[in-house]
Each structure stands twice: as C-alpha cells, then as structure tokens.
C-alpha cells in the first residue's frame, strides 16, 4: 500500500447507518481509533439525509432497520448520481441464500457477516476505499436476468461490483464454516467432558457401599440401580430397571415408597426416613436409613428422584444394646450412690459415737497416772503410755473421718477467692508454735485468684502445707516453695518440698484413705489429708498430682477450672 493511499483511507469519512446504538458506538469507536471520521444515524432515512451533507467515502449499513432498511438505502444510493459512486457495504447475519440476490439486485459493493472480527471488517473497509476510484470507471450498466429459488431476478452491476460481493459472500462463508468448525471441535471437546464426567459418576455410583437407585419423575420407574443394591435387597439390576416398586415389593410396601416419593416431587424437599424396615430376599429384614431428593431437568422441572440407603441394622441394634446399658448403669449408679450414702452417714455417725467412749478411755488413762503413777512400775507406766498415745491416734483418726465425711456431704458455696491472702494465713497458723529456729523456709510466689468454696479450699492448703513442713522436717535445711499459674482452661497451683519423698512404684494408692507411704514411727499421721484434697479438689471440677523421689523431696499441684473464676 502506497503512503498515498494510505493517506486517502486516514481522511476517509464513514457513515453507519445502524438501529442498535451498542453495535453502533462499538464500530464508530473501532474505525475513529483507526483514524477515520465517522457519522451515526439510526435508520435509512437519516442515512440518506446525512449523506447529502456528510459526503462520505463509504456507507456501512444494517440490514434490518426499521422505516427503510438496507438493501432500499443501497438501491437509493446507487440510484442518485451524487452518491452512487459511493461504496456501500451491507451487515447482514446471511441466513438465507436470497441475501447474496438481494445484494446484487440493489447495487451492494459487499458483506460483512454478523459477528464480525474487527480485523476482518477493517480489512474489508481498506479494500472498498482503495478500489473505489476503479470502480467508478467501470460501466455498471449491463444488465443481467437470472431466476434462483423460482424467482427471476434482474441485476445491474458493474464487474467489480459484482466480484467484490461474490469475494464477501465468499469470505462470510468461509467464516461461517470456521464458526461451524469451532463449535464442532468445542461440540466434541464438550461431549467428550461429559462422557468422562458421566463414566466418572457412573463409576462413583458403582462403587458406592450403599444402595442408589433413580426413579423418573413421570411414573416412578427405575433408570439405575447400583450393585450395593443388588446385594442388599437382592433384586438384580435387570429386574429392576424399568420397573416400579408395586412390580418389586408387596403392595403396602410399594404403596408407601410411592406415597414418599411423590411427597418429595411435589415439594421439592429432601426426605430423611431415619429407620424403616425392608424385606430383602435373602437377608430377612433389615433397617434402612434411606434419604430422597429431588432432581429438576435443565429446565427446573422434576427430572428424577434420587434415592441413597444405608443399611443400619447393626447399627441399630448397638444404639438399642448401648441403650439398655445405659439404663442399667444409670440404675447402678442410683444404687451405688445410695449406698455411698448410706456408707458416709454410717462413717460420720460411728465416727462421732466413737469419740465420747475415747474420750472416757482418755480421762480414765489421765487420772491412773496421776493418782496411781506411784503404785506402778516401769512396765505399767508404759502401757498407759501406750494406751494414751493409741487414744491420741484413735482420736485424730476419727476427726480426720469425720473431715473426710463433711468434704464429701457438705454443699460447695463458691466464691471469688483470694488466693495469696488465703495461704498467708494457712502458713501463718501451720507454722504457728514452730521451734524457734527451727522454722522452715517457706515462700509464697504470686498466686492467681480463682473461684471455690471458701472452707473446703482453707482445708486443701492446709493439708498440704501441713505435710510439706511434716515430710520436711527432717531435712538439715528444710525448704517449701508454692506456686500458681494459668495453663489453658486451668488454674495450677503446687506445694514442692525437700523432704522425704516416697516411691512413685506406690503412687496409685497415694489418695486413697488411710493409705500410708511412711510408718507411723517414722512421721505421724492418719492417712485421710491427701485423700481430703483429692475429694474435694475433683468436686470443684479439678484434678490433683504429684512427682517424688526417695530423698529427694516431693511436689503436689492441683488444678480448678479457669473459667469458674
């Protein structure tokens, strides 16, 4: 292409003449980026008026626009001498053959096939422009007579003009057949997708454990039946597949299936029938758990009935067996729970009647060594020795019972507590009465405040730190260290001594009453402390735990809910 006729396609006008404003501003916009000078108008009409005083050097115009379209535009242009040199190209879908005849009968210089490429209609537009002088010369009065389609048809056209709208007719077609071939190869890429997609669900419909079956949605026959249902319920799938229920299962049955069925198609709902009982043919009768939806066509009307069951007899059976278990242990545990409390009240209440009669043997002891310490020897002495020491233990014995038996019963009230200031005044009254000297060091870190029963907790602390200064006692340099923090949903708190220890081998019977890690010659005791703060630790909702070594001291925490805090 020379500089001058690329210089003569810069300084072309266009006139559009398109009814639809979006396919008109989209083309104005396209050639104005181009470089030419375009005019729009919504009609013939226009067309023609515009053109008088526009000039243009090409007309592109629609088809199918209303008051005159373009096949009369393009007879009325070429019909006046002013504008009949002027290049007229026609946008047509090309539906029918007749367009190409039409074309030529009223002097159109080409096509342009709706949709169209950019690229190709920019090219279609440069060629019009630049053969535009030579064929103007040419004569374009010959005329022509032929019939198509039945119908006879005079054409006067010029040569090229002729050419240049075979050549577009030519090019629409080819660009038909590539639209064509393009949706054939998508056409065949997109049923290969759902021969794949279909194999792939048949496959996971195959191989699925439970039982699936589609119904149609017009008279409720079988359309697929999987292998888990010819297992289960033992009907083949050929004797299924085109049949309804009533020709597989006894009436009433049947008559129920559909019942639900039709409930879901007309709905739209999905139905969950949790438990219901199937006669299969060789398994006797099983539970199903069979769920029904509804599946619409591409429309949104019912298409099919989905259906999946599960076969829950097993299932079921245990959820009975766990149930009546259950019931069994609730009773058991009323039982127990009575007799637990017929045990603590018989604790509390021996507990408490076997104190006055210790309490006589003690007096009696006191008063033989006081007036008759004289009239006895060495050996007699001892034996009321023994006897007071024995009525001594006896006694705390019982009160620690009678301790262990009010944690169990009593009602836990609780409250917001301050923990530091709570073990401050334990220490205070534990250490209370300590040789001078004698003291062990006891230090109390930051302690995170919680909620608990007042009482029951002074109780916990009190037995630990008593133990802690007891095992510790020993200890050329006894030491005891407590602490708290907050780990998770918990509040720790821990009592480490260096101490005596014990065997972690008899850890299991640590809390356990009147269980003894160490002889009474050894340290004191009656075996109930560390069970009180078991109890009343675990009725708070916490835990309690220890780590020790012979020797080598002992720690003990316990823990309560954080979030009773």
């Given amino acids: 292409m020379s500089s001058s006729d690329r210089q003569s396609i810069v300084l072309a006008k266009i006139l559009i003449a398109e009814d639809s404003p979006t396919q008109a501003q989209r083309l104005r916009y396209f050639l104005e980026q181009q470089g030419y000078e375009v005019r729009v108008v919504g009609n013939g009409r226009l067309a023609l008026a515009e053109a008088a005083q526009f000039r243009p050097g090409l007309l592109i115009s629609d088809v199918v626009m209303p008051e005159m379209d373009g096949y009369d535009l393009t007879r009325r242009f070429k019909a006046d001498p002013a504008l009949a040199r002027i290049p007229v190209i026609l946008v047509t879908t090309m539906s029918d053959p007749d367009d190409v005849i039409r074309g030529l009968a009223c002097g159109a210089d080409g096509f342009i096939l709706k949709p169209y490429?950019?690229?190709?209609?920019?090219?279609?537009?440069?060629?019009?422009?630049?053969?535009?002088?030579?064929?103007?010369?040419?004569?374009?009065?010959?005329?022509?007579?032929?019939?198509?389609?039945?119908?006879?048809?005079?054409?006067?056209?010029?040569?090229?003009?002729?050419?240049?709208?075979?050549?577009?007719?030519?090019?629409?077609?080819?660009?038909?057949?590539?639209?064509?071939?393009?949706?054939?190869?998508?056409?065949?890429?997109?049923?290969?997708?759902?021969?794949?997609?279909?194999?792939?669900?048949?496959?996971?419909?195959?191989?699925?454990?439970?039982?699936?079956?589609?119904?149609?949605?017009?008279?409720?026959?079988?359309?697929?039946?999987?292998?888990?249902?010819?297992?289960?319920?033992?009907?083949?799938?050929?004797?299924v597949v085109g049949k309804r229920d009533r020709d597989i299962y006894p009436r009433e049955l049947a008559d129920h299936f559909t019942a639900q069925d039709r409930e879901v198609l007309t709905h739209g709902t999905a139905l969950d029938?949790?438990?219901?009982?199937?006669?299969?043919?060789?398994?006797?009768?099983?539970?199903?758990?069979?769920?029904?939806?509804?599946?619409?066509?591409?429309?949104?009307?019912?298409?099919?009935?989905?259906?999946?069951?599960?076969?829950?007899?097993?299932?079921?059976?245990?959820?009975?067996?766990?149930?009546?278990?259950?019931?069994?242990?609730?009773?058991?545990?009323?039982?127990?729970?009575?007799?637990?409390?017929?045990?603590?009240?018989?604790?509390y209440s021996a507990s408490h009647?076997?104190?006055?009669?210790?309490?006589?043997?003690?007096?009696?002891?006191?008063?033989?060594?006081?007036?008759?310490?004289?009239?006895?020897?060495?050996?007699?002495?001892?034996?009321?020795?023994?006897?007071?020491?024995?009525?001594?233990?006896?006694?705390?014995?019982?009160?620690?019972?009678?301790?262990?038996?009010?944690?169990?019963?009593?009602?836990?009230?609780?409250?917001?507590?301050?923990?530091?200031?709570?073990?401050?005044?334990?220490?205070?009254?534990?250490?209370?009465?300590?040789?001078?000297?004698?003291?062990?060091?006891?230090?109390?870190?930051?302690?995170?405040?919680?909620?608990?029963?007042p009482g029951l907790l002074r109780q916990v602390w009190m037995n630990l730190l008593s133990n802690a200064v007891k095992y510790s006692g020993k200890s050329p340099n006894p030491e005891i260290e407590v602490s708290g923090r907050t780990e998770g949903g918990e509040i720790v708190y821990s009592v480490q001594d260096n101490g005596a220890g014990f065997s972690m081998e008899h850890y299991p019977k640590l809390f356990e009453v009147f269980e003894r890690l160490h002889g009474a010659g050894e340290f004191e005791g009656s075996g109930v402390g560390l069970a009180i703060v078991h109890r009343v630790v675990t009725r708070h909702g916490g835990r309690v735990w220890a780590q020790s070594k012979p020797h080598a001291g002992a720690v003990f925490h316990f823990s309560l809910p954080a979030g009773r805090s």
């Fill in 117 to 239: 490429e950019e690229r190709y209609l920019l090219g279609r537009v440069q060629y019009m422009l630049l053969n535009h002088e030579f064929g103007a010369t040419e004569n374009s009065g010959m005329g022509v007579e032929i019939f198509f389609n039945g119908q006879r048809h005079y054409i006067t056209a010029g040569r090229l003009q002729i050419l240049n709208l075979l050549l577009s007719t030519y090019d629409a077609a080819i660009q038909r057949n590539k639209e064509l071939g393009q949706i054939r190869d998508t056409l065949e890429r997109r049923s290969a997708e759902v021969a794949a997609a279909n194999l792939f669900l048949d496959s996971v419909i195959e191989n699925m454990p439970n039982l699936v079956f589609i119904k149609d949605a017009v008279d409720l026959r079988y359309v697929r039946w999987n292998r888990a249902g010819e297992a289960l319920l033992g009907h083949a799938r050929d004797a």
């Fill in 353 to 453: 009647d076997l104190r006055s009669p210790l309490s006589v043997i003690g007096g009696y002891v006191g008063l033989l060594e006081k007036r008759y310490a004289g009239q006895l020897d060495q050996t007699g002495l001892e034996y009321l020795s023994t006897i007071r020491s024995n009525v001594k233990l006896m006694s705390q014995l019982i009160y620690d019972l009678l301790a262990f038996s009010r944690c169990s019963q009593q009602t836990i009230a609780s409250a917001d507590l301050d923990m530091n200031q709570l073990v401050h005044g334990v220490v205070q009254e534990v250490l209370q009465g300590y040789p001078v000297g004698k003291t062990p060091r006891l230090s109390v870190g930051p302690l995170p405040p919680a909620s608990a029963d």
């Fill in 273 to 347: 029938i949790r438990e219901e009982a199937v006669q299969t043919r060789d398994k006797g009768i099983r539970m199903l758990h069979t769920k029904k939806v509804l599946v619409p066509d591409g429309l949104g009307r019912p298409g099919h009935l989905l259906g999946i069951s599960e076969d829950v007899t097993e299932q079921r059976e245990m959820e009975r067996e766990i149930r009546k278990l259950n019931t069994e242990l609730q009773e058991r545990a009323k039982h127990l729970e009575a007799v637990n409390k017929d045990l603590e009240s018989f604790s």
